[in-house]
């Protein structure tokens, strides 16, 4: 048994049970784990008596040992005292590290395998419960949520209909438009909790891919000429109109990225672009851009964006509002989709969100070389009209008089309604276009956005009449 003696050191540190055994089943090496397990020596013990009920008593061990090598078995390993334990084994024929050949054994003690497969088991099921009673939660909390938006939303419109002051009706517009953003926030919950417990599903039906594109846009665009923003959209020529995919969903994303452009966009431009970056029979790959000229973002702030209930830092929920899953939800509807999501983004200087999604057309076309999102870069139409827009805005041009006049109307009329959070975004756009004003000017502007955070309702009259004899002095000049 020399030949053991270069192998025992290796063996006596694994964690199974290895021994070897003749013919007759006499225990010719056991390792120390075994030794330890089964209070057995070497030589004074039989594989037999080992595992009782594994080697059948009238049949040669080696014969028996040649019909199993290829499977691996449970059964119990039985101890000097008669006593048990479940373990996996198997068995081959050894040659070479001694004269004859050998029979060998490693058994797999599953005691602690088998409670962690039970412990596994029992986790899962508890998860299967915690996910039900999750979803009859989310199903409860909505339904109640729902109710009393509904109620309110349809009181109001009822208000809305029998009433002539036109500064009641503002403010009943102002409610429901808290009532649409709730139901948002509602919505959101609910694909939340179809995405965590997989039951999101993307339907295949045909529709029309201008009439979607232009849906989303006037569902926007009264929010875009209410900060007075630029709203655009541009398809490019050789996107086809009819496709097959799940047109709510993708409607979905594009809204949200839109209404998220918005809300982080107070001058400038918001605009959708969507080109074709491949095809191959029904198949089509279609690119879409959102690009803003809002408050952008830094590096680090953009690994946060698709994760759940986050957004880049608190003061942005504080100022914005926001659960923070809009984006998370977008994320995975495109994923669902066969696509991907990115962003682009300086702080300061805007975003971009660039997400593609496969769909399908119903006749097969001819295979397109594919475009990348590169290429397409360098030809986007939002960056054209930005650069033909430089130069346009500096103080005292036509286009820079006319947007602080309609901002100054529309900061009147949120101070008249103490709307401050509008007010003061209002305001911003003012200080923004006043930067470049004569001394005098921008202090106008910027001692109205303090006196709008504070909420001094006869001081901001005072600045915004100030702005306003500003404005009509920089008209005339102009004429």
């Known amino acids: 048994m020399s030949g053991f003696s270069a192998v025992t050191s290796v063996f ?3 964690s199974e049970i290895i021994c070897f055994f003749d013919r007759e089943g006499l225990v010719r090496f056991i390792n120390q784990s075994g030794k330890n397990e089964l209070n057995i020596e070497a030589l004074k013990s039989n594989i037999k008596d080992i595992l009782p009920n594994f080697f059948p008593e009238n049949e040669d061990i080696f014969e028996f040992i040649e019909k199993n090598s290829e499977t691996e078995i449970k059964g119990d390993a039985y101890r000097k005292n008669h006593s048990c334990f479940p373990v996996r084994l198997k068995v081959f024929i050894s040659t070479g590290i001694s004269p004859k050949p050998l029979g060998a054994c490693i058994m797999t003690d599953m005691r602690d395998i088998d409670l962690q497969l039970k412990q596994k088991k029992k986790m899962e099921e508890d998860m299967q419960e915690v996910l039900k009673a999750q979803d009859e939660f989310v199903a409860n909390l909505t339904h109640e949520l729902r109710t009393p938006v509904n109620g309110i939303k349809g009181h109001i419109n009822n208000l809305k209909a029998e009433e002539d002051d036109a500064s009641k009706r503002r403010t009943m517009n102002i409610v429901l438009n808290c009532c649409e953003n709730m139901e948002k926030i509602i919505n959101n919950l609910l694909d939340y909790a179809k995405i965590e417990n997989g039951k999101m599903e993307i339907v295949s039906e045909k529709f029309s891919l201008h009439n979607l594109i232009s849906n989303c846009i006037n569902m926007s665009i009264s929010v875009a000429n209410e900060k007075g923003l630029n709203l655009t959209s541009y398809i490019a020529d050789n996107v086809p109109d009819e496709i097959i995919g799940d047109e709510f969903r993708l409607s979905q994303v594009i809204n949200n990225l839109i209404n998220n452009a918005l809300k982080f966009t107070s001058m400038g431009h918001v605009a959708l672009e969507l080109y074709k970056t491949k ?10 851009f959102v690009m803003d000229t809002g408050i952008g973002m830094s590096k680090e702030d953009k690994d946060k964006l698709f994760k759940s209930f986050t957004q880049v830092d608190g003061s942005i929920t504080r100022k914005y509002g926001g659960t923070g899953l809009g984006l998370y939800v977008c994320k995975q509807i495109v994923e ?17 969100f660039i997400f593609t999604v496969n769909l399908n057309v119903e006749n097969e076309g001819a295979d397109t070389e594919e475009v990348t999102i590169a290429d397409l870069k360098n030809s986007l139409v939002f960056d054209r009209e930005q650069e033909e827009s430089e130069g346009m805005t500096e103080y005292g041009s036509a286009r820079n008089v006319a947007m602080m006049r309609d901002l100054i109307e529309k900061t009147v009329l949120c101070v008249e309604l103490e709307n401050w959070q509008k007010a003061e975004d209002f305001a911003e756009n003012i200080k923004k276009l006043t930067v470049n004003a004569p001394k005098e000017i921008s202090d106008i502007a910027l001692r109205l956005v303090m006196n709008i955070r504070k ?13 306003s004899d500003a404005v009509y002095a920089i008209k005339k000049a102009g004429e």
């Open 455 to 467: 909420e001094k309702k006869e001081k901001c009259s005072e600045y915004l009449e100030g702005l």
């Open 336 to 352: 669902l989709m066969g696509g991907h999501i990115e962003i682009e983004s300086e702080k300061g200087k805007g975003s971009t």
């Open 279 to 288: 095809q191959s029979g029904r198949d089509i790959e279609l690119t879409f």
């Open 12 to 14: 006596d540190k694994t």
